[in-house]
T-cell receptor, first 120, second 111 residues
Framework: QVQLQESGPALVKPSETLSLTCSVS????????WSWLRQPPGKGLEWIAY???????NYNPSLKSRISISVDTSRNQFSLSLSAVTTADTAKYYC??????????????WSQGTLVTVSS | QSVLTQPPSASGTPGQRVTISCSGS????????VTWYQQFPGSVPKLLIY???LRPSGVPDRFSGSKSGTSASLAISGLQSDDEAVYFC????????????FGGGTKLTVL
């Protein structure tokens, strides 16, 4: 069974960079695309970005200027960096496997999620 | 505002059939497939329906999806109290909003 576990700080100060890592077990990050999503408390889901180990990636246009995503095949992990955070970036962050098929796809497996709060 | 439009709430009684709509446009639902996710309170979203009407293994056949034009629907038959959750639709979007977009979610209450 595919399992994903994110790690990273629960508290980030405004204007700093939020960094999260997702460790994958039961699958290889050399397959599929790997993605980050978030959900502000009490609100809906927002897709952030997805990436392939080959370097192919796609980003939410509204966040693109602040996002970096990478896939590390040696550690079977992938990571997210979100710069210049504000309180609007407070959310539960999920990592997920994205099964992409040309112009469609779905998030097949999700992590448990980690709440990241942006506050001074 | 979400790119895909869902009613904020829906309800039904046990045993009933309920449907949840998801409205989009020609740049998303109209050109590709729809996915549905189920999220219980305090829990992780779970893949429920993909490619408009396909169920992953383990999802009961009480759940079904359909798509017509720029809209999609999730139907739940034989409603159970355990179905009380938030349901999100999602699609690929070929415009500047994309490529992955979600609806705002529909809170299903079993009366």
């Amino acid at each position: 069974q595919v399992q994903l576990q994110e790690s990273g700080p629960a508290l980030v100060k405004p204007s700093e960079t939020l960094s999260l890592t997702c460790s994958v077990s039961g699958d290889s990050v050399s397959s599929y695309y790997w993605s980050w999503l978030r959900q502000p408390p009490g609100k809906g889901l927002e897709w952030i970005a997805y990436a392939h180990w080959s370097g192919s990636a796609n980003y939410n246009p509204s966040l693109k200027s602040r996002i970096s995503i990478s896939v590390d095949t040696s550690r079977n992990q992938f990571s997210l960096s979100l710069s210049a955070v504000t309180t609007a970036d407070t959310a539960k962050y999920y990592c997920a496997r994205f099964d992409q098929y040309d112009t469609w796809g779905f998030f097949a497996f999700w992590s448990q999620g980690t709440l990241v709060t942006v506050s001074s | 505002q979400s790119v895909l439009t869902q009613p904020p709430s829906a309800s039904g009684t046990p045993g009933q059939r309920v449907t949840i709509s998801c409205s989009g446009s020609t740049s998303n639902i109209g050109m590709t497939t729809v996915t549905w996710y189920q999220q219980f309170p305090g829990s992780v979203p779970k893949l429920l329906i993909y490619a408009n009407d396909l169920r992953p293994s383990g999802v009961p056949d009480r759940f079904s999806g359909s798509k017509s034009g720029t809209s999609a629907s999730l139907a739940i038959s034989g409603l159970q109290s355990d179905d009380e959750a938030v349901y999100f639709c999602s699609s690929w979007d070929g415009s500047l909003d994309g490529p992955v977009v979600f609806g705002g979610g529909t809170k299903l209450t079993v009366l």
